[in-house]
């Protein structure tokens, strides 16, 4: 039955192409027949210039397609490929234009979904094993058909060398052909036409999603959808696919567009909402907008009963809790902070099986310093998913603030163990080591994470050269990447938007002025490796290596400059070197970047303290405490301070807090956590 298909498939296809011969169709004998990926769809489903359309027949086209099919279900997966291939081989035809875009998405998706890389045979390797077949059988066997289709040839024919490239060429030609025939006419005569061509490239889409999304090639899949624009009016489908597709290739501004033209066409589904938001929070740090986004995906949810409300309260939650990281004023943080906490509660009472609503819980609380309730709510967090990377972060952090060190390292050890490339991790542990066992232990850690670094991120930067500009531009929580342990590097944090962009300006004006050139590739990855440089110039200082430390400050310094954090490290070093002066202008070129740096704050009050200015240093270190009254160091500075003007008394109550918040405190603030979202 296969072999009579396979004939009269063979001979249909010789037939059309020997009917096109006669009728002297023009240029459809050779590659360059295939349409490119520019090619628009018509306006209307007729043939042009009243040319009558050859179309196979139901009879005929069902034949061509069943022989591959049939071979499957008998098992046969190989002889299935090598069938189609053959057919798509065949030079084209006018009447089996639209039959290849089936045929060529049919062989995608049976190598997508039936062949493995392994058993994957390329195009070449299958007509080597046929012509062997048929050199050993001498003569031809029942069946066996005298009469083949013309097939292209030439020696510039692209052959694939791979599954995955001969998946994505399969794909992009049938998008081309599918974008060829789309039909743009909105008229109610074509309507049948229209849907039917709309069907037959969203299958393409959906096909394309799913091979370019694994390889995380989402630039070409944007490209894609680009091109589908024309034909997509009121096209729920290909808008959302075009949205995720966006916010993928790190399109921010341009998915923020196309989210709100989704919503529009499906103002119901809250999902969408949600993930504008997360952009809104997560990359372009608006967070009014983002809240605005919830609200429109908590009334649709509410409206519908959908199982997305309590995630609707958690993201309102979190959206507060961002805006109370942006406030100065503690009083009216702390407001924030109880309103958060109303929407966490609300999330948990709906869904008591979510893991970021107990993890959210738990860090409301740990920043509170309500130690036992934080530490009750990340083990639920756990408990419903133990491989959570930022739940362990907040454990091993309230461990350290019990003073529990050796457990927090043994925890810390044992999540490295599960994500060893986990760099926040890898930093608490640094830090952990460094109490435990001294500096010389938690150098070796700072190198490791240098040479990680190396392994993640080299190969990305010298294969992604891109435009720094675009990059400050898009990535406002670039410092949420990599935390240090200030409060100012939180994620979306106000004062660190701030800072980076005060940043940008300086480092554009440097480059004008001086020989500096901003590292080429994603800024993500080379500030990362400032944090890094800084995290072991930090322990070189404290192991009094001070020449080691100002090269590591150095090597920061010539990726970028201009940041308030290498300002501070070079303040740290000249301090050590009793080299106050120098170290309080680079504490206030610090404070000019970003005012709200609470450890350059604190160093600029010690450093007045030592140079005799105690009312300034007084001064300094309140505005210190009122950026965070946690900070059990500026607490204690000031009390050394108070001593200094002989307020004994006022000395002895800071010095008391100090004791008090430092019983609480980890080792780390829990603000170097990065937020999460999913």
Known sequence: MIRCFELAGDLTLLYLQEQDKLTSTPSTHSLHSLPSANTTGSSSPLPPNGVENKKIGVILETALQRAPILHMKSG??????????????????????????????????????????????????????????????????????????????????????????????????????????????????????????????????????????????HQILIEVFERAMKFSYEATHVWQQFALALMCGRKNVRAMVVLQEVHRLLPTEPHYCLLAAKICFQQLGKIEEGLEWVSKALKSSEERASMLTARCHLFHGLGITLEAHHTQRHADSHALRAKALESFLRSQQLDSSDHLVEFYLALHYAQSRLLVEATH???????????????????????????????????????????????????????????????????????????????????????????VQSQFNTNHDSYSIFNMSDKDTTSVHAESVAASRVEQALSEVASSLSSYQPKPGPQQAWLLQIQIWLLTAQLYLKTDQVNEAAQCIQEASSIFPMSHHIMFMKGLLHE???????????????????????????????????????????????????????????????????????????????????????????????????????
């Not at 490929?81 to 009447?95: K, Q």
């Not at 070197?577 to 350059?600: G, V």
């Not at 009254?629 to 003007?645: A, C, I, K, R, Y």
Request: one cysteine or more.
């Open 377 to 467: 709510h990340v083990k639920l967090a756990l408990y419903l998913r133990s491989e959570h990377p930022h739940s362990l972060h907040l454990l091993i952090l309230l461990l350290s603030a019990q003073q529990e060190y050796e457990e927090a390292l043994e925890l810390a050890e044992a999540a490295l163990a599960e994500y060893p490339e986990n760099l926040h991790l890898l930093y608490v542990r640094a830090s952990l080591e460094e109490a435990v066992h001294g500096g010389e232990v938690a150098l070796l850690t700072a190198r490791h994470m240098l040479s990680l670094w190396q392994n993640l991120y080299k190969e990305q930067l010298m294969g992604e050269i891109s435009d």
């Open 576 to 678: 050590k070197k009793n080299e106050f002066h120098d170290a309080q202008i680079c504490y206030q070129n610090a404070l000019a970047i970003n005012p709200y740096h609470i450890k350059s704050l604190r160093h600029l009050g010690l450093v007045y303290h030592y140079l005799g200015s105690h009312r300034l240093a007084e001064k300094t270190l309140l505005d210190a405490i009122k950026v965070d009254p946690h900070d059990h160091q500026s607490w204690q500075t000031l009390g050394e301070v108070m001593v200094s003007l002989d307020q004994l008394e006022a000395s002895s109550k800071c010095l008391a807090t100090a004791i008090e918040i430092e019983s609480k405190s980890p080792i780390l603030p829990f603000t170097s956590i990065p937020f999460c979202y999913e």
């Open 76 to 217: 046969h997966v190989e002889k299935a490929i090598t069938r189609y291939r053959n057919m798509l081989s065949a030079v084209e035809s006018t009447a089996t234009q639209h039959l290849r875009l089936t045929l060529a998405r049919q062989l995608a998706e049976v190598l997508l979904r039936g062949c493995s890389e392994h058993a994957y045979k390329t195009p070449n390797q299958g007509m080597k094993s046929l012509d062997e077949k048929s050199r050993s059988n001498s003569s031809l066997k029942f069946g066996e058909s005298p009469w083949k289709p013309q097939k292209y040839s030439g020696t510039n024919l692209f052959v694939p060398r791979n599954i995955n490239e001969e998946i994505i060429l399969l794909l992009l030609i049938s998008e081309a052909m599918a974008v060829r025939e789309a039909v743009l006419s909105q008229s109610p005569e074509f309507k049948n036409d229209r849907v039917h061509a709309y069907d037959n490239a969203t299958a393409v889409y959906d096909l394309l999603c799913i091979s370019l999304a694994r390889r995380k090639q």
